[in-house]
DNA sequence: GTGCTGATAGTCT
DNA sequence: GACTATCAGCACG
């Protein structure tokens, strides 16, 4: 278990949304529950939002009772959920024009994994043993995943990530880190007939060499 | 390894 | 009524 660390502080957050979702890789999402600590490295992340991005919940500059959350203060969570099953968390952004927000989609598991696999459904309750390395490599994988995992659920909507339940601290940026190359790709899921041009804007960020990857970049 | 399909319900038009 | 910033399971070779 890594020593506890402190919060990043809200300044960290208050930047542009492609540095911020760049500066975001490398470091650690934490939460805390009554049965422990789970952290995570980010390894992969998303930009949504700006003065005009089409994919983008608050494209249209009003919030929704959905979207509400997007729109509030640089550093605290946006959380919603998509096809009706899964969640996805975002690190809301600071916005000069409408709201912005960065998808968090892919982390490495560090700490919590047994109750991560529970919570993903990957074992039994009552029979946890070593984990396979096929089971880490499908915990958090993915937006989806990852909320399984970290039991992030829309009661964490518009929650501020500065301390428990949820938070995110320093871990190892990755940002002029040489031994790492962060990748920019086109962002997954958009298609070309509700956004148009904006499915080939590199606006999705990785570590390039991350086993926990959502997807190959 | 790749690719297709169904599940599933909140949100918006 | 249609759509979705997803995933698991299955087929295939």
Redesign the pocket.
């Known amino acids: 278990m890594k020593m506890s660390s402190h919060p990043l502080d809200v300044d960290f957050y208050r930047r542009n949304p492609h540095t911020l979702a760049r500066d975001l890789l490398g470091r650690d999402l934490v939460r805390r529950t009554d049965e422990g600590i789970r952290r995570g490295r980010i390894v992969e992340t998303?930009v949504?939002?700006g003065p005009h991005d089409p994919?983008?919940?608050?494209d249209?500059g009003e919030p929704?009772?959905?979207?509400d959350s997007?729109f509030g203060p640089p550093g605290t969570a946006?959380v919603?959920?998509?096809?009706?099953?899964?969640q996805?968390f975002?690190v809301v952004a600071p916005a000069e024009q409408k709201a912005a927000?960065i998808?968090v989609?892919a982390v490495e598991p560090m700490d919590g994994l047994e109750m991560m696999a529970r919570d993903?459904g990957l074992v039994d309750r009552d029979d946890i043993g070593e984990l396979k390395d096929s089971t880490i490599g499908?915990l958090t994988t993915?937006?989806?995943?990852?909320c399984q995992a970290f039991d992030i659920g829309t009661s964490l909507d518009g929650a501020t990530l500065d301390g428990p339940p949820l938070w995110l601290e320093p871990g190892e940026p990755a940002v002029d880190n040489t031994e790492e190359s962060i990748g920019a790709s086109s962002?997954?899921?958009?298609?070309r007939?509700?956004v148009g041009e904006a499915v080939d804007w590199p606006w999705r960020y990785t570590l390039e060499d991350s086993e926990f990857l959502?997807r190959p970049g």
């Open positions: 998303e949504y939002g994919a983008s919940h608050g249209s929704t009772d959905r979207t997007m946006y919603y959920t998509i096809y009706g099953m899964y996805c975002n927000a998808l989609r993903r499908n993915g937006p989806g995943k990852l962002r997954i899921g958009l298609n007939e509700t959502s």
